[in-house]
């Protein structure tokens, strides 16, 4: 690292594969299956009390990785350094252990809670199953802080899911995560099902809780908007590849991957006169299957640039100086 | 526990109009199935070698068949609700329906709900465990068995049985009740019990298949519950739900009785006597039991409706 005087990161992975073995429509029982390179390779850092938005076109292997960083998909390679134990090698004992410290909030902020138990329950569990030595009282004590946190009065604790709008059952969903008191939360497109003005409802109250509470983020979305707002740096992903990481502003302002570029392009402009005038960098082509992805540079196939040297040699993750990791043969 | 959770009051009400909708319902049921059966040609004495028609005369004013139809149901009715007399059988002289039922019932009664708790455990591990263990051997053992246990009609299996246990290895009596030694009971289970455990395991399978993809159940290993927590507390009670529509009327099934068991093993339950009133026109018989099984149905299908709430907070009651 440049800055020796930074502490170091939170987590730390590297060349992460997650692979999974597809059997093909119609294939016979002895043809061997197909594998689906979800994510493959990808290096990241984060650092205590940062937000790493993770962008990417459905499919990209966004949650994958972040389901492979809790351990809830078995990675194929790689390391995942947390707070110095390789989360992908340490037994299951050890893992829960450190589950207590990260914690993970969803799309669909309704049908991610029990729908057969009140919010008081759900946000219970959690505690109860990470500190099993906690009195009733205690228990009972911490939930109605941390409900109250994110807005939801404690005459609403005995209630359902089905009772709250889906803006509600998400700050619950992030009650539900905070109650442990992590270190880091995932946020899974957690606002991608929800209306704007609420959308900003709970994105402002992330960024409140991890100023208070100094938690790292990793926010994962598809709306780069929104991304921008809350990220500190952002990755972007391609068919299970990284194609860049930088800071947000840098990102947005000189994107460096062509990827990247095109991204950046088709976000709409709050302005109508501009958006109309705006050029939008179209990408030829539909995205490749990730059963039988390009060579190469994945993204070759959709690059204007390409060139012979891109089917050739997958280009590495480089740094750009100023933070700004690229891996692009042309730039 | 039900009861608890439903606020008294609430359930009282419930059960209260429930039973307030069965009465007008087997009213109904009393009726369509009285004319039916009386409208059909033929009655309960007429036989091939015909009786002489004085004779024939004097039996059906003996049991009140000359009357017009309305004043019978009328009778029938009456009887009933007053002295809880479901009438004589034509069939089995000097036997009342009552009697047949009392002798009847609890033979059924007990192979019935011994197979359905048999059904209900078997079935149900069954089909747990070939869920959570998805596409592993043990769930392609439980899928082919059950399918395998679907389609054997019982009354091929009932006499499958008896060859293997009785007849080759003399294990067990090849029929009668015994007044219910467990010698007894066992074919019998076995035979009514199979198919129910069956489809009892795919259901199970595959609601709890359905259960284990939906997001709540991401949320929970998301929260970094233990496995069994997250079956157990999460996954099992709403994957139990179709299941449990399923038990109702497949319990009803099991404890109205079965022809094919009673005819087969010669258990003497009311399944037997329910087929044979309706081939001797034993007009009282096949009521009374029609009444039986028109209760049941209605009970177990309010009982069904608890559970759901139970499991279900979204459903009022």
Redesign the interface.
């Known amino acids: 690292m440049k800055d020796m005087n930074a502490s170091d990161p939170l987590l730390k992975v590297r060349d992460l594969k997650v692979w999974f073995s597809i059997k093909r429509d119609g294939a016979m029982p002895w043809t061997p299956h197909d594998t689906l390179k979800a994510v493959d390779g990808v290096d990241f850092e984060l650092m205590p009390g940062e937000t790493l938005g993770i962008v990417g076109e459905s499919g990209c292997g966004k949650s994958t990785l972040a389901r492979a960083i ?1 351990r ?1 998909v078995p990675a194929e390679a790689g390391t995942v350094m947390w707070l110095g134990d390789d989360l992908l090698s340490i037994s299951k004992r050890q893992m ?1 252990a450190h ?2 410290e990260m ?2 909030i ?1 799309q ?1 902020p309704l ?6 138990m009140t919010i008081g329950q759900i946000v219970a ?2 505690l109860k ?2 500190f099993p030595n906690l009195k009733d009282k205690e228990v009972k004590q911490r939930v109605r802080e941390v409900l109250d946190r994110v807005g939801i009065l404690p005459n609403m604790i005995n209630r ?1 899911p ?1 009772e709250f709008s889906g803006g509600q059952c998400q700050r619950i ?1 992030i009650a ?1 995560a905070l109650v442990v008191k992590p270190k880091m939360i995932i946020c899974d497109e957690p606002v991608s099902a929800l209306d704007v003005s609420i959308q900003a409802q709970v994105i402002n109250l992330l960024m409140e809780l991890q100023e208070e509470m100094g938690l790292s983020l990793i926010f994962i979305a598809h709306d780069l908007s929104v991304v921008k707002h809350i990220s500190t740096r952002v990755m972007v992903l391609y068919l299970g590849n990284v194609m860049e990481i930088s800071e947000s502003d840098q990102l947005y302002r000189a994107p460096g991957h062509p990827y990247t570029e095109a991204l950046i392009s088709a976000v709409p402009i709050p302005d109508p006169k501009a958006e109309a005038s705006k050029e939008v960098m179209l990408l030829d082509a539909d995205l490749p299957s990730p059963l039988n992805p390009p060579s190469g540079c994945v993204f070759r196939t959709r690059c204007p640039h390409a060139k012979d040297i891109c089917a050739q040699e997958k280009p590495m993750l480089t740094d750009r100086g100023n933070g700004q990791q690229v891996a692009c043969h042309l730039r | 526990m039900v009861a608890a959770l439903l606020h008294g009051d609430k359930m009282f009400n419930f059960i209260l109009r429930r039973i307030a909708v069965a009465i007008p319902t087997l009213i109904i049921l009393l009726i369509a199935s009285f004319w039916l059966m009386q409208t059909a040609p033929g009655g309960p004495f007429t036989s091939e070698r015909p009786l002489p028609a004085q004779v024939l005369a004097n039996i059906e004013a003996k049991y009140g068949l000359d009357q017009p139809i309305y004043k019978q149901l009328w009778d029938y009715v009456v009887g009933i609700v007053t002295q809880f007399d479901f009438g004589p059988s034509y069939k089995y002289k000097d036997r009342s329906v009552n009697d047949i039922i009392a002798q009847g019932f609890p033979v059924t009664l007990t192979y019935g709900v011994i197979s359905f708790v048999l059904a209900i455990i078997v079935g149900g591990i069954l089909g747990m465990a070939a869920a959570i263990r998805q596409n592993s051997w043990l769930d392609y053992f439980a899928v082919g068995v059950t399918i395998g246990a679907q389609v054997l009609p019982n009354f091929v299996m009932a006499p499958i049985l008896i060859l293997i246990f009785t007849l080759w290895l003399g294990w067990l009596p090849g029929g009668g009740w015994n007044g219910g030694q467990w010698e007894n009971i066992i074919m019998p289970v076995i035979a009514l019990s199979t198919s129910y455990m069956a489809s009892i395991a795919r259901l199970t399978r595959s609601s709890m298949l359905e259960v284990l993809r939906s997001n709540f159940i991401r949320t929970a290993r998301a929260k970094g519950l233990p496995d069994r927590t997250i079956i157990f507390r999460h996954a099992l009670k709403p994957a139990l739900l179709p299941v449990i529509s399923y038990l109702g009327p497949a319990f009803v099934g099991m404890v109205t009785g079965s022809f094919i068991i009673d005819a087969i093993f010669g258990t003497g339950g009311i399944g037997y006597f329910y087929v044979n009133s309706a081939f001797n026109r034993d007009y009282a018989v096949m009521m009374g039991l029609t009444i039986l099984l028109g209760s049941m149905t209605i009970l177990f299908n309010m009982v069904v409706d608890i559970l759901y709430a139970w499991i279900d907070p979204k459903i009022r009651l």
């Open positions: 809790m809830m829960n589950r207590k914690q993970m969803f669909d049908a991610s809670l029990n729908p057969r569990e959690p199953t990470h359902y089905h969903g539900r």
